[in-house]
């Protein structure tokens, strides 16, 4: 069940994002609108939780 949601999450991304840069270029009329988001977002990481994780938690992830 998880990991179907992981993937309909990447598959909806992986629709919308090249429409709202086409939106972007069309309104603009060049793809520095649609760069500059990678600028503004910068670095995406990993969370990782510090100190100790809850049993919930780790039986969530194997769900």
């Known amino acids: 069940m998880t990991g179907g949601i992981f993937n309909f999450a990447a598959n909806l991304a ?13 309104a603009k009329g060049s793809f520095v609108g649609a760069l500059s988001y990678i600028f503004i977002v910068g670095d995406i990481k990993r969370f990782a939780p510090k100190g100790r994780v809850p049993l919930f938690y780790v039986c969530f992830l194997f769900l």
Do not use: E, K, N, R
Request: charged share 0%.
């Open 14 to 26: 992986g629709i919308v994002t090249p429409l709202v840069v086409g939106f972007i270029v069309a």
